[in-house]
């Protein structure tokens, strides 16, 4: 079943000036809630991951939307309707296809495009780059299915900017996209790796342990992954509160 998040405990309590800040998961979140100095606040989502705090004297609100574009669009679509932040910045970590791309870099794309539609979104919060994020409903697996994307135009891949986007651009909010790369385009993701994790990135340890024992060969796959998925997550801390002063 489908994490959606319980926001009926939601308040009219985040600034209007507020730069909302959307993570997928869990371990996204946490060297960015360091890096800003944001603390759990719990009177704005009941049982939710919620940060807030202020960053060059602008006021920040970071939500943990949960992986994918319908959990993220609930989440950033009731956020706008209660309270209607000034900004919005989707961040957190991609898949590479353009084979230059390494992990650890940010990419600031100027396009991203929804698989399910073809419909291309375009940041309206001013200082993106030139590269292309495709948002899909599955993790891209394989070399050559990364290969064949590249050659589609499309640089990286993420499963939440273009429902985060939708809800942004319904309600006239300049949003802006950072992504910071964790598998590169040469690197082959684990079969089924994604299922290790919940939908707030938090490890399911019965199918970690079982997944362990069926396929020993894969754990320095994994072990790899995670060192690129935290790279990542401490590169976009360093990023976004520059993105956050202009």
């Given at each position: 079943m489908a994490f959606i998040p319980?926001?009926?405990?939601?308040?009219?309590?985040?600034?209007?000036?507020?730069?909302?800040?959307?993570t997928a998961v869990t371990s996204e979140a946490g060297p960015l809630i360091k890096a800003l100095g944001l603390r759990r606040?719990?009177?704005?989502?009941?049982?939710?991951?919620?940060?807030?705090?202020?960053?060059?004297?602008?006021?920040?609100?970071?939500?943990?939307?949960?992986?994918?574009?319908?959990?993220?669009?609930h989440v950033v679509d009731v956020l706008m309707r209660r309270c209607?932040?000034?900004?919005?910045?989707?961040?957190?970590?991609?898949?590479a296809t353009c084979p230059k791309l390494n992990t650890g870099d940010v990419i600031i794309p100027d396009r991203v495009i929804d698989v399910d539609n073809d419909h291309v979104w375009q940041p309206t919060w001013p200082a993106s780059t030139q590269y292309t994020l495709r948002t899909g409903g599955a993790v891209i697996e394989s070399?050559?299915?990364?290969?064949?994307?590249?050659?589609?135009?499309?640089?990286?891949?993420?499963m939440e900017t273009a429902g985060v986007a939708d809800i942004c651009e319904h309600y006239q909010?300049?949003?802006?996209?950072?992504?910071?790369?964790?598998?590169?385009?040469?690197?082959?993701?684990?079969?089924?790796?994604?299922?290790?994790?919940?939908r707030r990135?938090?490890?399911?340890?019965?199918?970690?342990?079982?997944?362990v024992l069926f396929h020993p060969g894969r754990v320095g796959e994994l072990m790899r992954l995670g060192a690129a998925a935290k790279c990542a997550a401490e590169a976009l801390a360093r990023v976004v509160p520059p993105l956050l002063e202009g």
């Open positions: 319980d926001l009926a405990y939601f308040h009219n309590s985040m600034p209007h000036t507020a730069t909302l800040i959307t606040d719990r009177s704005l989502v009941r049982r939710r991951m919620v940060y807030t705090g202020q960053y060059a004297d602008h006021p920040i609100v970071l939500a943990v939307t949960g992986m994918g574009r319908d959990q993220s669009r209607g932040p000034q900004r919005v910045l989707i961040s957190g970590t991609a898949g070399v050559d299915d990364k290969a064949g994307l590249y050659a589609e135009h499309i640089d990286a891949v993420d909010t300049p949003w802006l996209c950072a992504r910071a790369i964790c598998d590169t385009a040469s690197m082959t993701m684990p079969p089924g790796s994604a299922k290790l994790v919940d990135g938090r490890p399911r340890l019965v199918g970690a342990v079982g997944y």
